[in-house]
């Protein structure tokens, strides 16, 4: 029997490598487009079973609109960007073949499947999907089947909230007077952690995460209860009102955990 | 030789067990008052070489105004909280015996001292700062000397800064209208790193966390400082305003890193 094919858009650099790793893995002949091949997305979308859209958000939608055309009726057009309403609708008016949307909840570097999870929607057909669930399995990682709209709400907790509070505090600490390097040695766990994850945003893909941030549906919304939250804590710790502080804490704990 | 006296007032629970540990494992003789016992601050603070405050933040002032005058000149007094403007003020105006401020900067879980700091501040006298640098040394902790004053601008990024962004996370996500359970196999590696940190915040010792934001005398600049920049981040990531985004965080990478 003929291997099946896969080609990644963007299968060059971050999430797109993985994937090509993970399909050539499980025995799919993979072939990669990246900015610097000779190899063009729009081959890979004429000729392959499987077309995977690996490229920054930014660019994303304009990948979609070029390659979807020519990816045929049951074969298997797929993305992996962070969000999925916008590039599920897209794929879906874009491409007659079948369309999964998919999230992988971990950054490139994660090398041990274990506790990590694959984030997919349904688009369009049953076989492109049984098909990615299976690879995802096989390979370890836990699937997860959500809609695209459902996604984007947990996301816009899971990243955009999240993302946003490290940016509020890396920024407030680089203005806060001090120079980073008098203030290590004073590190404790939390704030050593918390800085790590700061350096990470910052330096590793900064880009991404703006992206994440900015391109979530639902980001104008929970910020705006953030900064609602903030307003009271604020408040409470200017007029040093540990008691309304610890409560405020114990209530939530009970919501929350 | 007669062994070495310490006493430790709060030391059943908390840093002040833990500092019971550390003194005893030196050969030191060492008793503990706390709530439940029987022996009493003031039973310790009459007759101690060394007399520890361990008790809680908001307790601490009152316990000093108590034993300070019972700590005999040539004997030390040394407090454990994470404030040192104030406890170390009160300290030197209530008793005529060596002060010492101390602030271990980890938490009582902590077993091993291989990158762990403790900061010093001498308050009066040079017997009871050297023997207590060379009781921390001497187990394996680094030791930070630095003034009263400069300690707390450190803490208010390190702490005060810190688990403010920590707590304004922990009751966004708690009114973000998704019950956790709901929410966690969603989870990334960050986001699960971050929900550890305020899951530890707010149900361990919520009231320390409260005591350490209200109580650092700079936490009303610094909670203004995160406020402006706050805003500034919301309004360009409601703008979808990428570039602008990710130029911020260059930025700050830049004074950080």
């Given amino acids: 029997m003929k291997k099946m094919t896969a080609g990644i858009i963007g299968g060059t650099h971050g999430m797109g490598r993985w994937m090509t790793g993970l399909l050539r893995a499980q025995g799919l002949a993979v072939s990669v487009a990246g900015r610097a091949t000779k190899t063009t997305a729009v081959d890979l979308a004429g000729r392959c079973d499987v077309v995977v859209v690996a490229v920054p958000i930014a660019a994303t939608a304009g990948v979609i609109r070029e390659v979807g055309p020519r990816v045929k009726p049951g074969r298997l057009l797929m993305d992996l960007t962070s969000l999925k309403t916008e590039p599920v609708a897209l794929m879906l008016s874009h491409s007659e073949a079948d369309v999964v949307g998919c999230h992988p909840l971990f950054g490139p570097s994660v090398s041990d499947p274990a506790g990590h ?3 997919l929607c349904r688009g369009r057909g049953e076989n492109g999907y049984a098909l990615m ?3 995802f399995e096989k390979a370890g990682y836990r699937v997860l089947e959500t809609t695209p ?45 918390k800085m790590e994850i700061v350096r990470k945003v910052f330096t590793d893909t900064p880009g991404l ?15 705006a ?33």
């Fill in 209 to 223: 995460y703006a992206d994440i941030l900015a391109g979530n549906p639902h980001t104008k919304k929970i910020l």
């Fill in 133 to 135: 669930k299976a690879v």
């Fill in 117 to 119: 999870s694959v984030v």
């Fill in 225 to 257: 209860s953030y900064a609602r939250v903030a307003q009271k804590i604020r408040a409470r710790a200017d007029a040093r009102d540990t008691a309304g502080l610890t409560r405020a804490m114990e209530d939530a704990a009970k919501t929350l955990f």
């Fill in 149 to 193: 709209r459902r996604h984007d709400k947990m996301m816009s907790v899971v990243q955009a909230l999240n993302h946003f509070n490290t940016i509020v505090l890396g920024m407030a600490v680089a203005e806060a007077g001090i120079p980073f390097p008098e203030l290590q040695p004073f590190s404790t766990p939390i704030f050593t952690t």
